[in-house]
């Protein structure tokens, strides 16, 4: 047992992670929300990190031997990359496994805010079909919409596809265009805002994307416009988006990430033209299983081989 590698495990991790990694690892769990007090004997025998959410960068400082930190999550923006980077560590995430599972998820989203379905199973669970008669029209349709995807990636194109049955129309915006699709690309994402009526967001946290979900891109997507956000909160501008709800700027929206989660802007609560759900597009047990089993084999195989199986992009960047 002694000589087994010890992977350090910050907060809360899916429960495979620990029943796995507890098979070939020694694991230190750190607790949600306390500080890292160990010993510097038991820092350096530290080799591995297995996270969901944020790790602190002073926490990768603290730990001389490490060698890599495997983030539980498609996205990785918890992970300072750049501390990483500077001393050679691998990071990898869970990407593709969960593919399926947030495209879906979107598309009922999506389908959820404009007609209103859980609105309408409240209206039949308060007994109001009995006492108040018909749940009211629901002003929007999907029908004859052109959706614009802020991100065509992985999940993006998952979403795109699902959507071509639809019947709408589909065009995106990606800093490159790509080149095995027809939809129609926009070089800016005012562009595609301004051309569409219904945009989905499904791209990483990045300064660049940070509030590129403003006012001028929700004025653009117009007063039948509708805006699902699938990627991460901090690409929208909440107070932008609560004043455009309010004032039928755009018409409405389905969120499923939310800028400081889990708290919710106490407004977005109060509308009637949302769909809120708590970051749930990939949290299926199925699909959470897989990514637990992705986040324990990078382990497994980094240190039996010294590869991994899905390195970030900054790692591909590193060694090209
Ligand atoms: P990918 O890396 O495969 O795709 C990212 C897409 O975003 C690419 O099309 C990329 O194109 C585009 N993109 C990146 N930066 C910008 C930018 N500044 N402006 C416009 N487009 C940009 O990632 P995935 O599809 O696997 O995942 C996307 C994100 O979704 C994750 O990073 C994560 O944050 C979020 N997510 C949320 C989940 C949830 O539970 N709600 C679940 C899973 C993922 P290009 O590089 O050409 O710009």
């Known amino acids: ?5 010890a992977i350090l495990v910050p907060g809360y991790i899916n429960p495979r992670v620990i029943a796995r990694l507890s098979d070939s690892f020694d694991i230190v769990a750190v607790p949600h929300g306390a500080t890292l007090d160990i010993s510097d004997e038991e820092a350096a025998l530290v080799r591995g990190i297995a996270v969901s959410g944020a790790l602190p960068a002073s926490w990768i400082a603290r730990l001389p031997n490490l060698e890599i930190i495997s983030n539980f999550g498609v996205g990785y923006d918890g992970v300072d990359v750049g501390a990483a980077v ?20 979107t598309v009922a989203l999506l389908i959820n805010t404009v007609r209103q379905l859980p609105q309408a199973e409240a209206w039949l669970r308060q007994g109001r079909w009995t006492s108040e008669g018909h749940f009211p029209l629901t002003p929007l349709s999907l029908k004859g919409r052109h959706v614009g995807l802020q991100g065509l990636g992985r999940i993006g194109i998952e979403i795109a596809r699902r959507l071509e049955p ?7 915006h990606t800093r490159r265009p790509r080149a095995d699709v027809s939809y129609g690309y926009h070089a800016s994402l ?3 805002a301004e051309e569409v009526d219904t945009l989905i967001s499904i791209v990483p946290k990045t300064p660049e994307t940070t509030g590129s979900i403003n006012a001028e891109v929700l004025k653009a ?25 309010k004032d039928g700027t755009i018409a409405a929206a ?15 609560l109060g509308l009637p033209n949302v769909s809120l759900l708590p970051h749930v597009a990939s949290a299926s047990i199925p699909t959470r299983d897989a990514m637990a089993d992705l986040v324990v084999d990078n382990l497994i195989s980094w240190f039996s081989t010294g590869k ?12 090209a």
């Open 1 to 5: 047992m002694k000589d087994r590698v």
């Open 86 to 105: 500077a001393r050679g560590i691998m990071v990898t995430n869970s990407p593709d496994v969960l593919n399926d599972e947030v495209a879906d998820t």
């Open 166 to 172: 639809f019947k709408v129309k589909i065009s995106y």
């Open 190 to 192: 005012l562009s595609l």
């Open 221 to 245: 997507l117009g007063p039948r416009g509708v805006l699902i956000n699938v990627g991460r909160g901090t690409t929208v501008d909440e107070a932008a988006l609560v004043s455009a709800l």
């Open 254 to 268: 389905g969120l499923d990430v939310f800028a400081n989660e889990p708290q919710v802007p106490q407004e977005l």
């Open 308 to 319: 991994v199986l899905t390195p970030v992009s900054e790692m591909l960047q590193e060694s």
